[in-house]
Structure formats: C-alpha cells, structure tokens
C-alpha cells in the first residue's frame, strides 16, 4: 500500500479573508456622485488605477435627430481593482466605498 501526502492548497490566513496574499488585488465599489462614473473612471485611469464603469449604448431620438448615447448601467458606482494596502489612495478624492 502507497500513502500520500496531503498538499496544502491554502493561499492565506486561516480565517479565509485573503489578505495574507502578497500583492493580491480585489475589486472595491466606489460611490461616486450622480453622473461622475465616467469622469471618476478616467481620472483613476490617469493614477494608473484600473476601474471599470459598466454601460450601454441606447438610441436617443428628439424630434429632429437620433444620437447613439452611451448609458451607466449602475449608477453613483465605479468597480476599482486595487491592492488591499493601495485602497485609501485611491478613494481619498471620493465620497464614500463600499469595501467586501
């Protein structure tokens, strides 16, 4: 009979909140103001900080045109991938975030 040894797969700390990893970035949700999300996102872009803004294109129609119009599909938010250490500098310009 040949016995083997159980490999340990486990990354972090035991209680399973990952922030043992070295360098591991997680996504955070920043509340911004009402029609910022894409003025935010450019200006984290600008830090070197990747967000990402989610949106639609929708067709607006007045009465004399149609214009093709890029919507946010989730408010007052922006997703930012940043390390657990780079959080507070890059939210130090928001109004508030939403940290899981």
């Keep these: 009979?040949?016995?083997q040894e159980k490999k340990?797969?486990?990354a972090g700390p035991s209680c399973g909140t990952g922030e043992g990893v070295a360098?591991?970035?997680?996504?955070y949700v920043a509340l911004v103001r009402m029609h910022h999300e894409k003025k935010v996102s450019e200006r984290l872009s600008k830090m070197g900080i990747d967000s990402f803004v989610p949106v639609q294109q929708q067709i607006h129609q007045w009465s004399d045109r149609r214009k093709l119009v890029d919507t946010v599909l989730l408010p007052m938010m922006v997703f930012v991938h940043v390390?657990?250490?780079s959080v507070w500098r890059s939210?130090?310009?928001l109004r508030s975030a939403v940290i899981w």
């Design 83 to 85: 390390t657990p250490r």
């Design 23 to 27: 360098h591991s970035k997680r996504w």
């Design 91 to 93: 939210f130090h310009f």
């Design 1 to 3: 009979m040949i016995f």
């Design 8 to 10: 340990s797969v486990n």
